[in-house]
């Protein structure tokens, strides 16, 4: 299962970057919607985040030390920043992922969260679907703002015969 979390993560990290390139210009990055309280931009910088300590930190030891706040207060970037950032999260999840035995899926993950004790397996399926939700938002907002349909190729299934 660990290669299948780390082939998930990875995929749709490459594809928000595709995404995050689709948008026209660095300021519409940045731009929500009425109602919409996040940009694609602080969503791209929050997976981000949020990988590089639950995973790379906590699992990997890289030392990453997270600003939450930071990711949500940018208000500016140039998309290609945004980009690297996202496939530079995806090098650390696969780096930490290949290391990670199989069996430390079972165990429980290295930290309470939200006060809970949640297995490492468990915790890592919801890294998965946090990133694909996150993932979806900023292509929907992406179309909504700039009124272009193009899909970035968002979930490829090829990517899961890949191995």
């Not at 979390?5 to 919607?33: C, G, H, M, Q, W």
């Not at 090098?91 to 939200?114: D, F, G, M, N, S």
């Amino acid at each position: 299962m660990t290669d299948d979390v780390r082939t998930l993560l990875v995929r749709e990290l490459e594809a928000f970057a595709r995404e995050v390139e689709l948008f026209p210009d660095d300021p519409s990055l940045f731009r929500a919607l009425p109602g919409v309280s996040n940009s694609a931009g602080n969503l791209a910088l929050h997976v981000c985040g949020n990988l590089k300590h639950f995973v790379g930190g906590v699992l990997g030891g890289t030392g990453y030390v997270r600003d939450r706040d930071a990711e949500f207060r940018a208000r500016a970037g140039r998309r290609e920043d945004v980009a690297r950032e996202l496939r530079e999260t995806a090098a650390v999840v696969a780096e930490t992922l290949a290391r990670l035995p199989e069996a430390a899926l079972a165990k429980p993950y290295p930290q309470p969260i939200a006060d809970m004790e949640l297995s490492c397996g468990r915790w890592l399926m919801h890294l998965v679907a946090h990133l694909a939700f996150h993932l979806g938002q900023a292509g929907y907002l992406r179309r909504a703002l700039t009124g272009d349909g193009r899909t970035s190729g968002a979930l490829p299934l090829q990517a899961l015969a890949q191995r």
